[in-house]
């Protein structure tokens, strides 16, 4: 072998040993890595082993996502064990004892749920934070075998990330005596409206059910309509003058006495005699005061306040405000940031902030504001006596998620009342409004000697100084314009320009609408934050009263139902009575009163009520309106009935006959399409609407009112649309006038057309879906 050969050959094993102990480094680090890769599944499998329950799936993703890997988050739709609708389910004998049943439809969302707890080491119970959500707790830890009495609860007052991480942080056992008062409620509906409502079905008619907090809440309806009907309205007058000091703008005061007394005018003879010497007179300026007036900010809004704001800002019924304010709560989603919960829990008769919330608050005035828009020291509001003070108040999650920033991820309807509750949380924090009030006394001096009695004319004029919270916040029953006097002195002669008596008469208290209604049902303490909004439901749902332009009006129905639970049932209708069982609810939440005693001092003088009643009323003839329609099936006269949505014409026959119509009522215009006549509609959702009588003929529909007068320009038919805030707007039907170019309508009816053709496109999709 050559030396040349030899010197390879080394250099062939060098390599061959090198190859080899790289290979066996690699085989080392391999080994390193799945070691590494098999620690990190195990640890990322360790922890997956947490199972968060909520009540919503939208409130399910977002919290999942806060919380992150090694937890899975499902939501329970609800409760998912209830009483049996089929029965009674209350062993009164027996310490009122419950029998609960799994809901019926929910049986594969148990089984699911139940196959992701086999999975789970740990369990938390993270339903609402409120007694509703308590029970829901505790039923589903019945359900999971989970001991109550563990650390299993969490609660949060909001869902963003330190909230709901430090809910985690701090599990606690589910709260008994909130669980308590939940069936204790529950248990004294169950009562009444089982026990209860046969005896409607007996007396009155099938299907009729009676309510223990509903019941009160018909009551206050039908006692206000009566009060309307029994009022007698009297005359009386005001006399009004226009005034002008000068080269000055011409301004306005009131006759407020004559002679030292306070003006009582009831007929317009008195008031044409007294306008006649005014006019006679000569005037002066006998007194000046000046002050200056401060409004401090409101709080943040509590359900009550909110549903109230809503109402008379928005045009939100009770339903729809607590609907758009869950969908804020439980989180929408922003895009990049993914799903936000944005404001705090909305079920709350709080208007406690916290410390956090306070100082985000002030960076965000300060900021965009300055130091004169905040106080000396953050306004801190007192909490009512019959607050319970569980939550804080309703207010966004951040100050800093401003309205108009966000405005573009949120539907008109969630936009309205998210930047409803941000402005008045925002305002409850800034120093008060200033207002410079300028009172002003005219009388009256003359040569006229006829003239003897003393004029007195009073005028205010006011100027707003300093608009501290007025600037993010305006209350809903307040007007803050200027109104401007003009510079005036003590002796100063005024001209006398205008004097204008203007009859008026008194007037019945107005109709509860659903601002008003809640408003009185808080302050009597009937029901909880909780429950307003599906009171008004239930009593429209079950057809005792019915909402006409906004306002509640007792049906035939609710009147009967009404006055025989009067006669009979005194303390389920009286206020009183159910305030008094809403604090002692209230004592059972904090365990100063037992369940058990709370329903046997309830059940004991209701059953024997229940028994006398029963034998003391006879049956109650419901009267029957029939109309002038014939029944298109079988030919009788149909009669009127009443249902959710107000009156409709039903064929007597039923069930054999189960003909119905809806009652239409002629607005007197003729349809421009033929030559029918336009009448009122309503709705599947008894939303009211224009169409004609020859539908489905002529297919003329719309939701604007017909106005009789035709078009000046076209001779079309004419239209008014109302807008939400109540102005009105008056326009030509056809397209093609004069009249509708640049027409604010147009804008407006090409929104209608889009909602429209959108739902049109969403109808035949769901159908696509559905096979």
């Known amino acids: 072998m050559t030396e040349t050969q030899n010197e390879d050959?080394?250099?062939?094993?060098a390599a061959t040993k090198k190859t080899a102990a790289k290979k066996t480094a690699n085989k080392k680090t391999?080994?390193?890595?799945?070691?590494?890769?098999?620690?990190?599944?195990?640890?990322?499998?360790?922890?997956?082993?947490?199972?968060?329950?909520?009540?919503?799936?939208?409130?399910?993703?977002?919290?999942?996502?806060?919380?992150?890997?090694g937890y899975v988050v499902k939501a329970s739709m609800g409760h998912l064990r209830d009483l049996p609708k089929s029965q009674f389910a209350i062993d009164v004998d027996n310490n009122f004892e419950p029998k609960y049943i799994n809901i019926r439809?929910?049986?594969?969302?148990?089984?699911?749920?139940?196959?992701?707890?086999?999975?789970?080491?740990?369990?938390?119970?993270?339903?609402?934070?409120?007694?509703?959500?308590?029970?829901?707790?505790?039923?589903?830890?019945?359900?999971?075998?989970?001991d109550s009495?563990?650390?299993c609860r969490i609660v949060f007052n909001e869902i963003t990330k330190p909230a709901i991480q430090a809910a985690v942080k701090e599990p606690h056992p589910i709260n008994l005596d909130m669980v308590d008062a939940q069936q204790a409620r529950r248990m004294l509906d169950r009562i009444v409206g089982y026990k209860l409502s046969p005896l409607l079905w007996r007396k009155v008619r099938k299907g009729l059910s009676a309510g223990r907090v509903q019941s009160v809440t018909v009551k206050l309806i039908c006692d206000r309509e009566k009060e309307i009907k029994d009022f007698v309205s009297v005359e009386y007058w005001t006399i009004g003058t226009k005034l002008k000091k000068g080269t000055s703008p011409q301004f306005e005061a009131e006759l407020s006495q004559i002679n030292g007394k306070k003006l009582e005018i009831?007929?317009?003879?008195?008031?044409?005699?007294?306008q006649e010497k005014m006019e006679a007179c000569k005037w002066k300026v006998t007194e000046i005061k000046e002050r200056q007036t401060s409004r401090k900010a409101a709080p943040p809004f509590t359900t009550s306040?909110?549903?109230?704001?809503?109402?008379?800002?928005?045009?939100?019924?009770?339903?729809?405000?607590?609907?758009?304010?869950?969908?804020?709560?439980?989180g929408i989603d922003l895009g990049r940031k993914g799903p936000v919960g944005l404001i705090t829990y909305m079920r709350t008769d709080s208007v406690r902030i916290s410390e956090q919330a306070q100082q985000e608050a002030k960076e965000y005035i300060m900021e965009n504001f300055g130091d004169k828009y905040y106080p000396a020291k953050a306004n801190v509001y007192s909490v009512g006596k019959k607050a319970q003070d569980a939550h804080e108040a309703i207010r966004p999650t951040s100050a800093m998620m401003v309205p108009q920033q966000i405005e573009k991820y949120l539907s008109k309807d969630q936009f309205k009342l998210y930047q409803l509750i941000w402005q008045r949380f925002v305002a409850s924090q800034m120093v008060p409004a200033v207002f410079d009030r300028l009172g002003v006394t005219i009388t009256n001096y003359g040569t006229d000697k006829a003239v003897k009695e003393v004029f007195t004319l009073k005028s205010t004029g006011s100027k707003m100084k300093f608009p501290g919270f007025t600037a993010v916040y305006t209350m809903a029953d307040t007007n803050d314009k200027d109104i401007i006097l003009p510079d005036m002195a003590v002796g100063d002669d005024i001209n006398l320009f205008k004097v204008n008596p203007v009859q008026h008469f008194t007037e019945p208290p107005p109709r509860y609408n659903d601002a008003s209604l809640v408003k009185t049902l808080e302050e009597m303490g009937i029901g909880r934050p909780s429950t307003y909004a599906p009171i008004i439901e239930t009593i429209l749902a079950r057809g005792y009263v019915q909402r006409i332009s906004k306002s509640f009006q007792p049906t035939e129905l609710g009147d009967i139902v009404v006055d025989m639970l009067k006669e009979y049932?005194?303390?389920?209708?009286?206020?009183?009575?159910?305030a008094d069982l809403e604090g002692k609810l209230d004592s059972v939440a904090v365990g100063k009163v037992d369940k058990t005693d709370l329903l046997r001092e309830f059940y004991g003088p209701f059953a024997e009520t229940l028994e006398k009643a029963d034998e003391a009323i006879g049956h109650v003839e419901l009267p029957?309106?029939?109309?002038?329609?014939?029944?298109?099936?079988?030919?009788?006269?149909?009669?009127?009935?009443?249902?959710?949505?107000?009156?409709?014409?039903?064929?007597?026959?039923?069930?054999?006959?189960?003909?119905?119509?809806?009652i239409l009522k002629d607005t007197g215009v003729k349809c421009p399409k033929c030559e029918g006549h336009i009448v009122e509609r309503k709705s599947r959702r008894g939303k009211g609407f224009y169409g004609c009588n020859n539908y489905p003929e002529c297919d003329f529909v719309s939701w604007d009112a017909p106005i009789a007068e035709p078009c000046p320009e076209c001779g079309s038919l004419q239209l008014k649309h109302y807008y939400r805030n109540g102005r009105g707007l008056i326009y030509c039907y056809n397209a093609d006038c004069k009249t509708r170019a640049d027409h604010p309508i147009n804008k407006e009816l090409l929104k209608q057309a889009k909602k429209a053709q959108k739902a049109e496109e969403a109808k035949k999709t769901k159908e696509e879906q559905n096979g």
């Open 9 to 13: 050959l080394k250099e062939k094993k």
């Open 30 to 69: 391999t080994r390193k890595t799945v070691k590494k890769t098999t620690a990190k599944s195990k640890t990322d499998k360790e922890s997956r082993n947490t199972l968060v329950l909520v009540e919503s799936p939208t409130k399910a993703k977002t919290i999942e996502r806060y919380l992150g890997k």
């Open 105 to 146: 439809g929910k049986g594969d969302l148990i089984k699911e749920l139940k196959k992701e707890a086999k999975k789970a080491d740990k369990i938390y119970l993270a339903s609402d934070p409120d007694r509703e959500g308590e029970a829901i707790a505790w039923h589903l830890a019945h359900l999971f075998d989970i």
């Open 149 to 151: 009495s563990s650390d």
């Open 266 to 274: 009831s007929k317009g003879d008195e008031a044409r005699a007294v």
């Open 305 to 330: 306040s909110l549903q109230q704001d809503a109402a008379r800002k928005l045009g939100f019924t009770s339903k729809r405000t607590m609907m758009v304010a869950q969908q804020l709560y439980e």
């Open 569 to 578: 049932f005194k303390d389920i209708v009286d206020a009183k009575f159910t």
């Open 624 to 662: 029957v309106e029939v109309s002038d329609v014939p029944c298109d099936i079988c030919g009788r006269m149909m009669v009127v009935k009443q249902g959710r949505f107000g009156k409709f014409l039903a064929c007597p026959g039923f069930p054999e006959c189960r003909n119905t119509k809806a």
